[in-house]
């Protein structure tokens, strides 16, 4: 099952800070790199 983003909601929003959090602790912790691997947090306080 893939997520798909709509442009200008939310989730798409979601996605960049995921991306954004990955760029940041990529030397720091091993991250998955295959993204449809990665389990949708919705909502997830701090995000």
Known sequence: ???VS???TEDET???VELQV???L???LRIEQD???WFPLWA???L
């Open 35 to 37: 993204l449809s691997r």
């Open 44 to 46: 997830a306080p701090g």
């Open 14 to 16: 979601a996605s960049r």
């Open 6 to 8: 709509v442009p200008g």
């Open 1 to 3: 099952m893939s997520v």
């Open 26 to 28: 990529a030397d720091d």
């Open 22 to 24: 990955k760029a940041a």
